[in-house]
């Protein structure tokens, strides 16, 4: 089953909307030029953009593909969804026991894999780059300590 792009684009708006007004509520830091709301706030911009976007594709669309086409079924799309949702289970689940470099780094490896169609080694670099620069930027940049865990051990910054 594949929906029209502007009914997608539609809920993630919505979701998009949602986080900004949640992100107002939050508490102003004192003495900082930006507070907690600053990255949901981005975020939630961003979402509401693209689900503009995909609303204006799929309302020009629509007299070609519908609103909802149930001929177009593929199980491999499925599976990919499930993977990226495993994964999310996944890290919610062990982040504090392995820690984020470990946990976010063997899901996001698994996923590039996949989504890659199969490149391992080139999946492995972008894996460990990505995850080594995010922990990086969070610690050093946005003093944020992500969970460490309990296998590898403290990394210098």
């Known amino acids: 089953m594949r929906f029209n792009d502007a009914i ?18 939050f508490p102003a830091t004192h003495g900082q030029v930006y507070g907690p709301d600053f990255f949901p706030t981005i975020i939630g911009t961003g979402l509401i ?18 609103w909802v086409d149930v001929a177009g079924h593929r199980i491999d799309r499925l599976v990919d969804a499930g993977l990226a949702l495993l994964a999310i289970l996944a890290f ?10 470990l946990t976010a780094g063997l899901g996001m490896y698994v996923l590039l894999v996949r989504f890659r169609g199969g490149h391992w080694l080139s999946s492995l670099v972008i894996a460990v780059v990505l995850v080594l620069v995010v ?8 003093l ?12 210098p910054w």
């Open 135 to 142: 922990d990086w930027a969070f610690r050093t940049m946005l």
């Open 92 to 101: 919610i689940l062990f982040v504090d026991r392995l820690g984020f470099v």
């Open 8 to 25: 997608l684009g539609l809920v993630i708006l919505l979701g998009g909307l949602a986080i900004v007004l949640q992100a107002s509520t």
């Open 49 to 66: 953009l693209s689900g503009l976007v995909l609303i204006v594709a799929g309302w020009r669309a629509r007299a070609v593909t519908g």
């Open 144 to 155: 944020v300590p992500l969970p460490q865990g309990h296998i590898l051990p403290r990394l």
